[in-house]
Nanobody, 123 residues
Framework: QVQVVESGGGLVQAGGSLRLSCAAS????????MGWFRQAPGKEREFVAR??????DYSDSVKGRFTISRDGDQNTVTLQMNSLKPEDTAVYYC??????????????????WGQGTQVTVSS
């Protein structure tokens, strides 16, 4: 069956680094868009980054600090987070959908979601 599983969340001091991973399995589609979203307490879920056949894309708030990449030819992606700030604190979700032509920056662009992993950045 379809599975989307995140890992790698935890506690880190401001200025530190953390690496998240997302493994997607059970999909019949050959090309997938895999993205990261985050949701802080009291806020809506927001786009962070995504990767597909058309390359990578980032929100302005993380561009230059975060890097999304694919693990070989498997449906596994890594989000390397550097220079973390307290405002990065949130539950981070991995999202998956069949690859298309859009920017895929909205929550409605994705059909499958992981359970989320907590990232906490202390000051």
């Amino acid at each position: 069956q379809v599975q989307v599983v995140e890992s790698g969340g935890g506690l880190v001091q401001a200025g530190g680094s953390l690496r998240l991973s997302c493994a997607a399995s059970g999909f019949t589609f050959k090309l997938l868009t895999m993205g990261w979203f985050r949701q802080a307490p009291g806020k809506e879920r927001e786009f962070v980054a995504r990767i597909n056949w058309n390359g990578e894309d980032y929100s302005d708030s993380v561009k230059g600090r975060f890097t999304i990449s694919r693990d070989g030819d498997q449906n596994t992606v890594t989000l390397q987070m550097n220079s973390l700030k307290p405002e990065d604190t949130a539950v981070y979700y991995c999202a998956v959908d069949r690859a298309g032509w859009g920017e895929a920056r909205g929550i409605w662009d994705y059909e499958w979601w992981g359970q989320g992993t907590q990232v906490t950045v202390s000051s």
